[in-house]
C-alpha cells in the first residue's frame, strides 16, 4: 500500500515541492537585496517550513523533539546521521533560532531553485570533496562566521546518505576543523530515524505513511575532550537513539 499510494501523491508532493523552491527563490534574491542577512534567513526559514509541509502530502507522520534545552547566544554544531535529503528542511526550520549553516556539497550549489542561492548567499560551508584544500578552506571560513556571529553549524559525517537506515562510520575531518577552530561550541548530537523510508523505492514513487523522527539528543561539552572523542560519543549517542 505504501508504494501504491505513493503512486498517486508522490507527484502532488513534487509539485508543491517545486512551486515553493521556485517561489522562495526571488523572494529570497529580493529579501537580500533590501533586507540584508536577517531578511534572508527570516524568507529561507519560512520557504523550509512550507517545505516541511509537502512532507504531509505523502502521508508521513513527523516528530520533531527537542527537550534538552539549547541555549541562545552560543555557537553549536549539530552532529547528525543523514538518511535523505528530507532531513534537512525540519532541522532548518525548528533549528532556526540557533542560524545552522550546513556543510553541504558544491555541487548543490548550481541549478536548484532556491537551495542553490541559499547555500551561495546564506553563509553555508560548500565543499568540493575531489579537493582536500578547497574543503578545509570553507569550513575554516564557516568557523570565522560562526566565531563573529554566533552562528551554528550542521555536518552529517557520514558523508553520504544511509538508503537503509543503517548509520555508515562518521568522518571526523571537518568536526575537527570546527573544534579547532571554535573550541567553545557546544556539540549536539541529533538522531533521524525513519526519512530513509520515504525514498525507499527510489525518488519515484516516494512511499506514502512513513513515521519520521528528529530527535535532538544530550549536548556534549567538548571542553577537557579531543575532537575525536567528542565525535565518538555523539556517535554512539546517535546510534543508541535510532536503534530504539
Known amino acids: 500500500m505504501n508504494k501504491l499510494f505513493g503512486y498517486i501523491f508522490s507527484p502532488l508532493h513534487y509539485l508543491a515541492f517545486g512551486l515553493f523552491l521556485v517561489i522562495f527563490h526571488p523572494i529570497q534574491w529580493l529579501s537580500l537585496k533590501l533586507g540584508g542577512y536577517s531578511a534572508h534567513k527570516r524568507s529561507v526559514d519560512i520557504l523550509n517550513f512550507f517545505l516541511v509541509t509537502t512532507y504531509y502530502l505523502m502521508g508521513s507522520r513527523m516528530r520533531f523533539s527537542n527537550k534538552v534545552g539549547l541555549p541562545a547566544g552560543r555557537s553549536i554544531i549539530f552532529i547528525a546521521n543523514h538518511q535523505s535529503m528530507y532531513d534537512i528542511s525540519p532541522m532548518i526550520w525548528h533549528l532556526r533560532a540557533h542560524h ?19 547555500l551561495k548567499h546564506g553563509g553555508a560551508a560548500n565543499i568540493d570533496r575531489s579537493d582536500p584544500k578547497q574543503s578545509i578552506a570553507e569550513i575554516l571560513k564557516l568557523a570565522k562566521r560562526m566565531r563573529e556571529n554566533n552562528w551554528s553549524a550542521a555536518i552529517f ?88
Open 100 to 118: 545552522p549553516k550546513f556543510i553541504s556539497k558544491i555541487e548543490l550549489t548550481r541549478g536548484i531553485p532556491s537551495v542553490s542561492f541559499n
Open 157 to 244: 559525517p557520514e558523508g553520504t546518505r544511509s538508503k537503509d537506515g543503517k548509520m555508515k562510520p562518521f568522518a571526523a575531518g571537518g568536526v575537527i576543523t570546527l573544534l579547532k577552530k571554535v573550541p567553545d561550541a557546544l556539540v549536539v548530537p541529533v538522531a533521524i530515524k525513519g526519512s530513509w523510508k520515504l525514498t525507499r523505492f527510489g525518488v519515484f514513487p516516494l512511499s506514502f505513511g512513513e513515521k519520521m523522527n528528529w530527535t535532538v539528543l544530550q549536548p556534549i561539552e567538548p571542553a577537557g575532550k579531543t575532537p575525536e572523542d567528542v565525535i565518538n560519543e555523539a556517535e554512539r549517542a546517535i546510534k543508541e537513539a535510532i536503534a530504539d
